[in-house]
Structure formats: C-alpha cells, structure tokens
T-cell receptor, first 108, second 114 residues
Framework: GQSLEQPSEVTAVEGAIVQINCTYQTSGFYGLSWYQQHDGGAPTFLSYNALDGLEETGRFSSFLSRSDSYGYLLLQELQMKDSASYFCAVRPQGNLIFGKGTKLSVKP | DGGITQSPKYLFRKEGQNVTLSCEQNLNHDAMYWYRQDPGQGLRLIYYSQIVNDFQKGDIAEGYSVSREKKESFPLTVTSAQKNPTAFYLC?????????????FGSGTRLTVV
C-alpha cells in the first residue's frame, strides 16, 4: 500500500522556526510536494522536491531524503498568516497522494 | 490571467439527484484531477485524466463519473449512487511527465445534500 505520515497539529510563536516532517511509503516515487491550505480555501503549491536535498523559496524550505523516505517543510520567521494546514504529497505515478495534513497554529 | 475555475462555489443536492460540477482551465495543462476533501481530512483522488478522451479511476470513484472531451474541461458528475456526497470538491491541473512540478487547484465546490 501507499501511506504518508505527518503530525496532525503543530503550534509555534510568531517569529519562530517550525519544521513539519513527512514520512512516506509508496510503490513508486517521482517526487515530494508541499501544499498550504487556509481554512475554507483551496490548497496552494509551495514546493516540489524530485531529488535529494534542500530547496529554498523565501521563508520556506523543503528537504527530501529518498533513501530515508523522508522529507520536511521548514518555515522561518513565522507570521500569523502562516496559520494554515500543510499537506505533503508524493507522486508514485501520474497523480499525487496526499497526507492528512498538519494544522499549524501561530501564536502572538 | 491563466487559471483554473470551478463552479458553482456552493451546491445543494436533493436525495436521488445527479449533479455536475464544472472545472475549466486555460493553463494548457494536459492532466486534470478531481479530489474530495472531508472536514479535517486530506485529499482523496476520485478521477484523473492525462489526456483528452481518456481518464482513470482514483481511490474513491464509486458513485462518480467524468468526461474529458476537451483539454480545457473536466466535469465531475456526482450520481445518486454516491451515498455520502457532502464534501468539498477540488479540481486541479498539471503538466505531465518530466515537466511536472505541482498542481494548480481551483477554488473548490462545497456540495451539501439536503
């Protein structure tokens, strides 16, 4: 079968750094993605790692280790607007399979 | 501006009715997808299409049907056979194969059975 595991909730304070981990088990693998979803809204694309290593986009970074079937999303200089759900997703073939999401709450 | 449009935003269905959710994109993406999201849950794949006139079932296709007659359009019909259709439905599109980098999502349709 195919599965993804990520924490259900994370809480952090404004200005801090938070890391959201994702472990996966799939029959094939073409990459790991991260999406952000605010309450009531649609998911928006954050990052895509097809190869091992760290990808940086502004305050957000994403890491992948294919040998460990593991990745993480790192959010720096947290802002209140970062409060949202974050989903990791793997691409075993043509489509994405999503984790159940991590709800991030940023406190003042 | 390029994007992906879902309509309607809210939809109410009576028991026993079929309803169709619209999804249109002008991004020139080959692949389109339908996902269902229940409260506090992740996204589950209903159907996807990599090319016009071809589509594949996802994990929860029972009670749903799709068509892909045009590259830009991928409508989803929720049939009366779907016993628990109340959910948030998301359409997405993407490039394929080595050009893939991620999905673009529509704004979603909230379907409620009344």
């Amino acid at each position: 079968g195919q599965s993804l595991e990520q924490p259900s909730e994370v809480t952090a304070v404004e200005g801090a750094i938070v890391q959201i981990n994702c472990t996966y088990q799939t029959s094939g693998f073409y990459g790991l993605s991260w999406y952000q979803q605010h309450d009531g809204g649609a998911p928006t694309f954050l990052s895509y790692n097809a190869l091992d290593g760290l990808e940086e986009t502004g305050r957000f970074s994403s890491f992948l280790s294919r040998s460990d079937s593991y990745g993480y999303l790192l959010l720096q200089e947290l802002q209140m607007k970062d409060s949202a759900s974050y989903f990791c997703a793997v691409r075993p073939q043509g489509n994405l399979i999503f984790g159940k999401g991590t709800k991030l709450s940023v406190k003042p | 501006d390029g994007g992906i449009t879902q309509s309607p935003k809210y939809l109410f269905r009576k028991e026993g009715q079929n309803v169709t959710l619209s999804c249109e994109q002008n991004l020139n993406h080959d692949a389109m997808y339908w996902y269902r999201q229940d409260p506090g849950q992740g996204l589950r794949l209903i159907y996807y299409s990599q090319i016009v006139n071809d589509f594949q079932k996802g994990d929860i296709a029972e009670g749903y049907s799709v068509s892909r007659e045009k590259k830009e359009s991928f409508p989803l019909t929720v049939t009366s056979a779907q016993k628990n259709p109340t959910a948030f439905y998301l359409c997405a599109s993407s490039l394929t194969d080595e050009l893939f980098y991620g999905y673009t999502f529509g704004s979603g349709t909230r379907l409620t059975v009344v």
